[in-house]
């Protein structure tokens, strides 16, 4: 009975050995299972981050290529970033020209309006370390490290739980810094992200580089515009008041402040006085004068030395007098001194430049050269200006010898320019007509030099004989001035002064438009004068009943826009002669 009893036993011995190998075999076969599946779901997984790695860098890169504005491509670069690091907030911060503080230059998440409004010093907090040391850091704890400064944090409620930082680095040195706080699942940023955040760095470098040669490229080529501008303008034209007015909006524009000021030297009283003035306030500034040698434009007139000051509030030389009296804010100021052959003229002034931009030394010595340019013009003006005087003069002289030989019309032509002048700056015409519409006026009457005095002085009324020798001064005078270069264009106002806008005038019989302008504005302003001047067959209208008479004939003998106008600027005043 033991026998058959030990042959089963052993039998189910060898059944249970292979139960357990069984069991063992099935323990590694699922353990197996379960590392494969990891490992699908790793390799899914990294080829899922691996693919938007990829398509995140590539939107990076095609944003380098944009031509976009720097700011812009920053801002999608961000975004591209958390949205690749699965971040809440993130900014680029770069360095100053100083060197010493970081600024934002872009900012996103939440509180980013808020964390614009600071700076951070350079060796302060973790972007500050970071840019002072050159080196990446990761602070999954940023407020157990001592690096970590709390103060901006805590002024706008955000605070950080982990935080990566990398330097922006151009040619070996650093330029800024992205910062990247607060995982959105909360996990610790680890060196891959590290890694990924240096090498699109480089990217980010490249594209604030590229602004940076574009932004140059554009500077000089606006300087190189605003120097032919100013030189055309000096060239092209005589007028002060044009040069100095087109410099000086010139100036504002490229230097991009808020106003811009040209002060000339009053030589007998030592003063400088405001003769352009572009901005806010600007015609309240006009009326200040600055004593040379007092306020930072004093100190430039009398050290003949061009001057950049930052903050005017923390300079001893700020004239503070000027503020006051304008109401304007003046906080930094560029001011360079206006020069011809060492002889001072005045000072140029370019202040608060718009954004609180940093002005550089090019932006001085573009300046410093508008400066002489206009210097030039200045002395161009003001020698073109004492031969006008001069020539004016002259004319005058020989206007007033014509108008003696016949003592009833003493005055009259002085008389008839003043008006037409009048007339002309009511029609808004500009000031190069209205100096040829002056310069016919006083010589609309030049032509009765070829008349004899014995007809200009009968005390009777003329016969039809005698008034037809009358009636050719207006073409003798025009011949006479069309052989003068500079007078040539003046001499069709001469020939149809007497032109009716009817067409029953002199010389011609020309009507309405026909008439040169400058002819239907002194028609009336001659027919007025005579009217109101004694003559020895009668006295003169009275000035009411004159204005009554041009406007019973305008648009018959007078243009009615020419009349109109007349009638407008004597009742402001603009002409005072009459009775």
Known sequence: MTKPKTIFSREIKAIRKIAVSLEEDLSKVQKRTREREERVKLLYNSLEKVSLKAEVLQEISDLVGLDLDVDEVLSLIMDSILKLMKTDAGSILLLDKSGEKLTFKIAKGEKADE??????KVGEGIAGWVAENNQSVIAPHPKKDKRFKSEIAE????LPYNILAAPLVLRKRVIGVVELINTLEKRCFTKEDEDLLVSINNQIAIVIENANLFSALVRKMSEKTVLSEVSKTVNSTISLDNVLDLSMRLVKQVMRV?????LLLDKEKNELVFQVALGKKGEAIKEIRIPVGKGIAGWVAETGEKLYIKDVNKDERFFKTADKKS???TKSIICVPLKVKDRLIGVAQAINPIGGKEVSQDDIELFSTIGS??????????LYKDLEELFFSTISTLVATIDAKDPYTHGHSQRVMEYSVAVAEELELPKDEIKEIKLAALLHDIGK????????RKTARLTEDEFSVIKTHPGIGADIVSHLKQLITVSPGIRHHHERYDGKGYPAGLAGEKIPLSARIIAVCDTFDAMTSDRPYRKGLETKVALLEIEKFSAVQFDKTCADAFLRSYKKGKITSGK
């Open 258 to 262: 808020e106003a811009s000021s040209l």
């Open 327 to 329: 109401g304007f804010i």
């Open 449 to 456: 030099i070829g008349v004899d005095e014995k007809i200009l």
């Open 115 to 120: 964390v614009k409004k600071f700076d951070i």
């Open 155 to 158: 002024k706008i409620g955000y």
């Open 373 to 382: 340019q206009m210097a030039i013009a200045l002395e161009n003006a003001s």
